[in-house]
């Protein structure tokens, strides 16, 4: 308001302008007409900021709220166990700075069920007990701590996601093609990709590097190449398993 009446005081002598009018005197003036629609079109990107921000925040908020439910702490306690397991027994020490592990399934399903902030407790609660178990070096926390951001990457992009892949466990349909939920194998893709990206290659390459001595271009071509070769692997196995997932608790519950 004050700027209207600035304009209207150089251009009419007077304060009393109307918004209508000042908008009347903008259209006849390209510049004023140009800065307009472009403070118009970042009020608009601003608002879908703030509404995605919104979402995100209730999600963290209800993520932390998992760890009050007795239900959810006991569920997270089992597939922290069930990684444990995986990890000890179903797994293949490659070299000292490569493994082959399916174990990462149950972070994704702890990640789906209960959020990014009881992921990351968990992915990191399941790597210290891991550790513990079977040590297959001394312990370093970079890894506790690339276990923990891959929980919370898994939370951030499964937990609340809508997925029909739950329905092609049901007897009654046929055709594999139609089981296909793009959206959810989407999600999985570009989840699966930041994860292994981010923590397993930049992430994990640094560590090595830290802790073996040999440079960050040594480990990266090695673990670039495995982590791309498996990544397909493991973007069909989240897609089915956190859908099995959905199909029992959605049998069981309800």
Excluded at 29 to 36: D, G, Y
Excluded at 191 to 207: E, H, K, P, Q, S
Excluded at 215 to 238: C, D
């Amino acid at each position: 308001r004050v700027g209207i009446c600035a304009l209207s005081a150089v251009w009419t002598g007077s304060c009393h302008m109307d918004e209508k009018v000042f908008l009347r005197y903008i259209i006849r003036i390209p510049l004023l007409h140009t800065m307009a629609n472009n403070l118009l079109c970042r009020a608009k990107i601003t608002a879908k900021e703030v509404f995605l921000m919104s979402i995100l925040l209730k999600n963290f908020a209800f993520s932390a709220k998992e760890f009050k439910s007795i239900k959810s702490v006991v569920a997270a306690a089992l597939l922290i166990a069930l990684h444990t397991v995986l990890a000890v027994f179903v797994s293949i020490q490659v070299t000292p700075t490569l493994r082959l592990s399916v174990s990462f399934l149950a972070n994704c399903a702890i990640g789906y069920m209960f959020g990014p902030v009881m992921g990351f407790v968990c992915g990191g609660l399941g790597d210290l007990i891991q550790f513990v178990i079977k040590p297959t070096g001394p312990y370093f926390p970079g890894w506790t701590l690339s276990a923990a951001l891959a929980g919370f990457i898994y939370g951030l992009f499964f937990y609340g996601c809508n997925m029909k892949v739950a329905e092609s466990f049901d007897g009654d349909k046929k055709g594999i093609l139609k089981f296909i939920d793009v959206k959810f194998l989407l999600r999985c893709i570009l989840a699966l990709t930041v994860d292994t990206l981010l923590v397993n290659v930049l992430l994990g390459t640094y560590w090595c590097s830290i802790m073996y001595g040999k440079g960050f271009a040594f480990y990266f071509s090695i673990r670039f190449a495995k982590n791309m070769i498996q990544l397909p692997i493991n973007i069909i196995l989240t897609y089915y398993v956190l859908g099995f997932v959905k199909y029992i608790d959605k049998k069981i519950y309800n």
